[in-house]
């Protein structure tokens, strides 16, 4: 039990990690920038925000609908079209079970701190050897699924994308025109792959669990212990 309330644990900061750029607007503004087609859409940066507010209050929740107003090629319309607006709830079901996923972690994490302080009370020597097996075995189990992602990912990016679609939504409203629909001129898969990257690279401190376990594991038991 305490392995997988390490795990859950380990699972709810992956879900943080890749969740929470999309409530933030300036994320999100950010990589329209550096990796979308502007000419393509033919919009103005004080409009990239204005869509970036609409995408991240909408997934926030504070918004009804993702649907803004802009200009594009010179021409003031919704900035996004009925395909593009009917795709945003299987999006934003997307990022409430990231959301709710990291909720469950904190209360795993709570319940091991609870279990930690019950073990310090209780004098119990044999604590920080189980522990530290547990958030072991956790690590491991955690990183050899990660592995097979990022492994996948770096030997076809775009396949890997394409059947995380598939998995992740129960119809093909995600498939979008370049040379038309706004959301994929903003966000085609090299702002994915930054976007990945990003959150991979704040998952490094779950690689702390090894040293932690390892310290764990070399603890001598307390005075008194079985």
């Known amino acids: 039990m305490l392995g997988l309330m390490i795990f859950i644990g380990l699972i709810a900061y992956t879900a943080w990690a890749f969740t929470a750029p999309a409530y933030r607007a300036d994320a999100l503004v950010a ?8 000419d393509a859409a033919g919009i103005s940066e004080k409009d990239l925000q204005r869509v970036g507010e609409g995408l991240a209050g909408y997934l926030r929740g ?6 803004v107003q802009v200009t594009r090629h010179g021409l003031a319309q919704d900035a996004f079209s009925e395909r593009e607006v009917r795709h945003m709830p299987d999006v934003k079901r997307l990022t409430d079970w990231g959301r709710f996923i990291w909720r469950i972690g904190l209360v795993a994490v709570a319940l091991l701190g609870a279990d ?5 009370s209780d004098k119990d020597g044999d604590y920080p050897n189980i522990a530290g097996k547990a958030m072991l075995a956790a690590g ?4 050899g699924l990660m592995a097979l992602f990022v492994v996948w990912a770096l030997a076809d990016f775009t396949g890997l994308f394409y ?3 598939h998995w992740l939504f129960p119809n093909d409203l995600w498939q979008l ?4 629909h706004l959301m994929i001129q903003l966000m085609p898969e090299g702002f994915f792959v930054d976007y990945a990257l990003a959150a991979i690279k704040r998952l490094a401190w779950l690689l ?5 376990a390892i310290i764990l594991l070399r603890l001598p038991k307390a005075k008194g212990a079985a």
Do not use: E, S, W, Y
């Open 31 to 38: 990589g329209f920038a550096r990796f979308g087609d502007l």
């Open 62 to 67: 504070d918004n009804a609908t993702p649907q």
């Open 116 to 120: 930690a302080l019950r073990a310090a």
């Open 140 to 143: 491991l189990v955690f990183l």
């Open 163 to 165: 059947q995380l679609h």
């Open 177 to 180: 025109d370049p040379m038309h």
């Open 208 to 212: 702390l669990v090894f040293p932690a």
